[in-house]
């Protein structure tokens, strides 16, 4: 039997994510599972040193984007989410998306990943890179990718009362 205790769903915040969040959540209610929800902030001193050489950036920006993702991260995450899925809205800063993410799951001992992908084609991925893919190559547990727009298995729950109700 597969036990699942923690799953983690990382986000960008865009369609994708948003449809990993609703597997994620599906899951860690199906399971009774604790909920991680976690967003990575650019580096953006690092990011400005790397390969360009330094570039001014005001002292206040990094720490101006850390709170904002906090907060974007805390929104996404419902009361009910923190109630029944003991979810824990995180954010951490990094370069790397990919690294962050299963540095997180190794760190908080994630039994399952759950992230988008925007299922590009492969010139674009060739030159843009893909973080659902490194971090399915480099994480710890199992990952499960959902392509954006997803296949429709989760349903609201009037829809599934309605459908039963018609069988």
Do not use: W
């Amino acid at each position: 039997m597969i036990a699942l205790k923690r799953l983690l769903v990382a986000t960008d915040f865009g369609p994708a994510a948003e449809s990993a969040l609703q597997y994620g959540r599906a899951m860690a209610r199906q399971f009774g599972a604790e909920l991680h929800v976690l967003h990575v902030v650019d580096n953006v001193f690092a990011r400005a040193i790397t390969g360009y050489g330094y570039a001014a950036i005001a002292p206040n920006v990094q720490e101006d984007l850390e709170r904002a993702g906090q907060r974007q991260v805390e929104a996404v995450v419902h009361d009910d989410d923190g109630r029944d899925l003991r979810a824990v809205a995180a954010t951490v800063t990094s370069i790397n998306p990919a690294e962050a993410i299963v540095e997180y799951a190794r760190a908080q001992a994630i039994d399952l990943i759950v992230i988008g992908t925007h299922g590009r084609g492969a010139v674009a991925h060739l030159f843009l890179g893909n973080v659902a893919e490194r971090v399915v190559r480099l994480a710890p547990c199992p990952v499960l990718t959902v392509r954006h727009p997803e296949h429709e298995f989760l349903q609201p729950d009037a829809l599934v009362a309605v459908s039963h109700y018609q069988a």
